[in-house]
């Protein structure tokens, strides 16, 4: 579902217009993808509750040492399979954030753009990391488009290829600082540290967002991983105030779903 919705936006945001019937097919595929999040919510709730029982049972009970290494077990899998769904309920949070029933020819942020036609072959195995960043310099410089430039970007973020996308997004801020998509820019370079494991870079990029886009759409999730950042660092106390503070100031939001399962993991009062 996800693949088709995907290639159904951009088969119409890069023909450039919309009929009645592709209208529709974008706020039914909406309506689902919003379906399938809520779906994944559920699993958390229901995967974070038996989390729970367990520790609950692990704590009262003084059941042989063998039966309580296996409860143990069980516990790990079952946080892993929080954490599982966390992930893909980010990945849904991102793809709807570009595009709604309301507006369904929005920028395409869900997902990254089709390559261009006539791509060079792949470099040599031994040049292919310097080859990829100095191609996304090229792309950045080469570029007066603000929107070319940002899809390029986040088409370098998609694959993995982190140098490029962040010198792609780094000169779409350059050029472009006050347009609507700069905040967006800030986030896509501290998820390029954050999913690199760079997290105290990752918050740096957050904390500018923050304090250069007060009312940007991408504060809520720049807040959530400013604070998962913090705890993948053992920052624990920090993490969980920053998390608080989100749930706090945006109740409503996606993202302060995410952080109140996560608090409740970790044992804490959203």
Same mark, same amino acid.
Request: glycine content about 8%.
């Given at each position: ?24 097919? !974008?706020?039914?595929? @909406? ?7 809520? +779906? ?44 599982? @769904?966390?992930?893909? !309920?980010?990945?849904? +949070?991102?793809?709807? %954030?570009? =595009? ?37 310099? $090229?792309?950045?410089?080469? %570029? ?13 973020? %998609?694959?993995?290829? #982190? ?5 792609? =997004?780094?000169? =779409? ?22 999913? +690199?494991?760079?997290? $105290?870079?990752?918050?740096?990029? =957050? ?5 250069? #886009? ?25 993490? @969980? ?26 044992? @804490?009062?959203?």
């Amino acid at each position: 579902m996800l693949a088709a919705c995907a290639a159904l936006l951009f088969s119409v945001l890069f023909a450039g217009c919309l009929t009645p019937d592709q209208i529709a097919a !974008l706020q039914k595929d @909406v309506t689902d993808m919003r379906g399938q999040m809520e +779906q994944m919510r559920k699993e958390n709730k229901d995967t974070a509750a038996s989390v729970k029982a367990l520790e609950a049972s692990m704590k009262e009970g003084n059941g042989a040492a063998e039966q309580n290494a296996e409860n143990r077990r069980q516990l790990e899998a079952i946080r892993d399979d929080v954490r599982t @769904v966390n992930s893909r !309920l980010e990945e849904l +949070q991102h793809r709807l %954030s570009g =595009f709604s029933p309301s507006n369904p020819g929005g920028s395409p942020r869900a997902s990254a753009p089709p390559p261009s036609a006539g791509a060079a072959a792949p470099p040599a195995p031994g040049a292919a990391a310097a080859a990829g960043v100095a191609a996304g310099a $090229a792309g950045a410089a080469g %570029s007066a488009d603000p929107d070319e430039l940002f899809n390029g970007a986040y088409a370098d973020y %998609s694959k993995g290829n #982190y140098a490029p996308a962040i010198l792609g =997004f780094t000169e =779409f801020l350059k050029r472009f600082p006050t347009t609507e998509r700069a905040d967006d820019a800030l986030y896509w370079i501290g998820l390029c540290h954050y999913d +690199q494991g760079e997290y $105290a870079e990752a918050i740096a990029q =957050f904390d500018r967002l923050i304090q250069e #886009y007060p009312g940007g759409d991408k504060l809520p999730g720049a807040h959530l991983k400013k604070g998962l950042s913090l705890l993948e660092m053992n920052r624990t106390a920090q993490g @969980v105030v920053q998390l608080q503070y989100l749930v706090e100031h945006y109740p409503k939001s996606d993202e302060a779903r995410i952080a109140k399962d996560r608090l409740q993991e970790l044992g @804490v009062k959203p």
